[in-house]
Antibody
């Protein structure tokens, strides 16, 4: 069975930082590109960040505009783990954060096929 | 950025009936569309990719169709476990990978 387990969510003040982790098992982690997706209260799913297979400095990463420069995605293939460093947090960053693995068909990300249960981040004073 | 619009917002359906969910893309995305099911407190579940290809293990009462800008998810003979929120997502033009706002399928 595939398992993704997020952790690190917490209550934090605006301007603060958090580091989310996602522990992955049941798949060969290093062969999966990975994503972070969030859901704000009462809202839908929103893609946050992508990282390619590599955990070296040459990995490809993408961010949505609203978190660019504040969030940093990374991975450690030896530890089967994905991370999201979140700095300069605002109330708009409040939500449940999910990690997800990608379904890749002929080299193209074609969906997010395995998800964790999410970890809750609350940014409030 | 490709904007995904889903309709209706809420669909009230009796068990055993069918449900038709719509998704429209703001530009041509070919067949680059996925559908997800999400229940409160649970992980989202990928149902369909490529607009119409079911993920292994997804019941055949779920079917997807469409291409370009217009897509449909049909759930025939709804079961109790099918109630929840359904999202479409495009993966043709990225980043960002974008989701619709969802359709809630509820018990009538």
């Amino acid at each position: 069975d595939v398992h993704l387990v997020e952790s690190g969510g917490d209550l934090v003040q605006p301007g603060g930082s958090l580091r989310l982790s996602c522990a992955v098992s049941g798949i060969t982690f290093s062969t999966y590109e990975m994503m972070w997706v969030r859901q704000a209260p009462g809202k839908g799913l929103e893609w946050i960040s992508f990282i390619s297979y590599s955990d070296r400095s040459d990995s490809t990463v993408y961010y949505r505009d609203s978190v660019q420069g504040r969030f940093t995605i990374s991975r450690d293939n030896a530890k089967n783990s994905l991370y999201l460093q979140m700095d300069s947090l605002t109330v708009e960053d409040t939500g449940i954060y999910y990690c997800a693995s990608t379904l890749t068909i002929f080299g193209v990300v074609s969906g997010f096929d395995h998800w964790g249960q999410g970890t809750r981040v609350t940014v409030s004073s | 950025e490709v904007i995904m619009a889903q309709s209706p917002v809420t669909l009230s359906v009796s068990p055993g009936e069918s449900a038709t969910l719509s998704c429209r893309a703001s530009q041509n995305i070919g067949y680059g569309l996925a559908w997800y099911q999400h229940k409160p407190g649970q992980a989202p579940r990928l149902l369909i990719y490529g607009a119409s290809t079911r993920i292994t293990g997804v019941p055949d009462r779920f079917s997807g169709s469409g291409s370009g800008t217009e897509f449909t998810l049909t759930i025939s003979s709804l079961q109790s476990e099918d109630f929840g929120i359904y999202y479409c997502q495009q993966y043709f033009d990225w980043p960002p990978w974008t989701f619709g706002l969802g359709t809630t399928v509820e018990v009538k």
